[in-house]
């Protein structure tokens, strides 16, 4: 049975991180969902690469944001000069302190 994890679990059915779809045993994925540790998740038909539903199944990539910042615009390059702040200048030390 395919699971989504709640949260990261560890047991005889090996490492699962939270919300990575596995595949794991009947008996044992029922004990997880029933535990509130995971949910059931929608298989995905051999050779199509969709769910059994016919939505396209959610890969590795589906989930990465976009890129550039919250708007959407690209993002400064943080070597450039104006992107930087400006470098700070140190004073000198006060006439009367002693020298080291």
Same mark, same amino acid.
């Given at each position: 049975m395919r699971i989504k994890p709640l949260r990261s679990i560890a047991g005889a059915y090996g490492r699962l991180q939270r919300n990575r779809p596995a595949v794991i045993d009947d008996l044992t994925a029922e004990r997880l969902i029933k535990g509130g540790l995971a949910i059931a998740w929608p298989e995905v038909e051999a050779g199509t690469g969709t769910e059994a539903g016919g939505r396209p199944a /959610?890969? &590795?990539l589906a989930a990465t944001p976009p890129a550039g910042g919250r708007t959407g615009a690209a993002r400064p390059s943080s070597s450039s000069a104006p992107g930087r702040a400006p470098r700070k200048r140190r004073s000198p030390p006060p006439a009367? /302190? &002693?020298a080291s």
């Open positions: /959610a890969g &590795p009367d /302190a &002693p």
